[in-house]
């Protein structure tokens, strides 16, 4: 399309203080560490204090990937964020950012794909650094699931947790970017699934937030056939496969999707970075915060091919290829 490249200067991320463990879930609801272990690999999940809010974790994370990326809130010129859990209705969270940064040119926006944001939000920013119109982005992925959860409802409040994850894109001419950047990015929605997972509120239908619902078992059905699809899609626009690539960053809902989508993909165990244990499903924070986790203790290096994928409410799903 055209002979720019998004390639990516840094990474950060956020996580709330308090950590609450599968333990103290059990003391709460009925259920147990080794349920919840065993289905979803889930062992402790952050969760945002009072008055903490999207904005404050996504601005955290943002200020950490600038800081990796050596660079000034100035030089960013927009910013994306991929959130289900914005601050208010409007303006868009990613406005309360740029404001807080202190930036007041360009342009900020955010994206609503619910797990899938992140990928969205990638490829977004990437479209619009291609055509030449902005030279850096923040790509935030930032989320208070806490908010929306009903924490009576034990099938679904013991899955997720809070967090935030941002990286820096920047425009560079292909010539020098070299094998480097964005490499391909591939996006799906098909919204005929939305009663399998969804909020039952919002501003237009009942003029309340909502909580989340869901049906586990039919999200599970076709989370790995999705996830394995988009991904193919992505091998087949690049000559990649499951054994070129150094790295595979899953969104991070649950080990048994994690795992299965890997085995059916060929890719080997010790490729697979895996924070679901840690973070439990954060939702579009997920892949930006596990690409961070791998970024900072030293698996992810300058040059490493970088599979990430996600699929979520909508339902929509995504892949994306990046060399590092
Ligand atoms: N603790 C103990 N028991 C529980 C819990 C819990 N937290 N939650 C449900 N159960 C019980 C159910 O009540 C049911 O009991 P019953 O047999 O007496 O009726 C039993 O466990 C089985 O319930 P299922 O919902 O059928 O359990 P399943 O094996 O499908 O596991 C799970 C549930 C983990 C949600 C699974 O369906 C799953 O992983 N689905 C994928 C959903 C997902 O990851 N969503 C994340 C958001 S979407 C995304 O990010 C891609």
Redesign the pocket.
Known sequence: MSGIRSVVRGIGSYLPANIVTNAELSAR????DE??VQ??GIRQRHIAGEGEFTSHLGLAAARNALAAAGLQPADIDLIVLATSTPDQTFPATSAVIQAELGITHGAAFDVQA??SGFVFALSTADAHLRTGAFKRALVIGAETFSRILDWED???C???GDGAGAMVLEAVPVNEAGNNGVLTSHLRTDGRHRAK?YVDGGPSSTGTVGHLR?E??E??KH?VGMITDVIEDAFAATGESAQSIDWFVP?Q??R??IDASAQKLGIAPEKVVMTVDRHG?T?AASIPLALDVAARDGRLKAGDLVLIE????GFTWGSALLRW
């Open positions: 609801i009925d259920t147990s349920w919840i289905r979803t619910v797990c034990r099938g679904t013991v899955l997720f997972l869901m586990g078992r999200v599970f989370a969104h809902a649950n048994r999707i499903n939702s996600a699929m979520g409410g």
